[in-house]
């Protein structure tokens, strides 16, 4: 059974940056896709980024593209989602998932989430 275990939240000014790391442990997640989702009070779980096994592909959401950039290393089993330019609208909790299908709705796999809160 896989597991997926994010850090690097915190709290960061507006205009600031910020880096998340995932490590995955428990299995290779070979093949597998790897996805940034986010959840603000009150609101439901949103998009955030993604990227497929092999890193040649990636996709954003509109409110993050040109500010995120999602990587992954798959020699260490980890993905990250660098920050840049932060808003006070991008505070949430931060959820890193995989699946099999870089464009599915329905991620096989998700950690615990980290707080990431922008103060303005």
Known sequence: QGQLVESGGGLVQAGGSLRLS???SG???SGYAKGWFR??????????????WSGGST???????????????????????????VKPEDTAV????AD???????WDYWGQGTQVTVSS
């Open 100 to 106: 099999l299908d870089m464009y599915g709705s329905s």
């Open 22 to 24: 995932c490590a995955a």
């Open 59 to 85: 996709y954003y959401a509109d409110s993050v593209k040109g500010r995120f950039t999602i990587s992954r290393d798959n020699a260490k089993n980890t993905v990250s989602l660098q920050m840049n330019r």
């Open 39 to 52: 959840q603000a009070p009150g609101k439901e779980r949103e998009f955030v980024a993604a990227i497929n």
């Open 94 to 97: 931060y959820y890193c998932a």
């Open 27 to 29: 299995r290779t997640f």
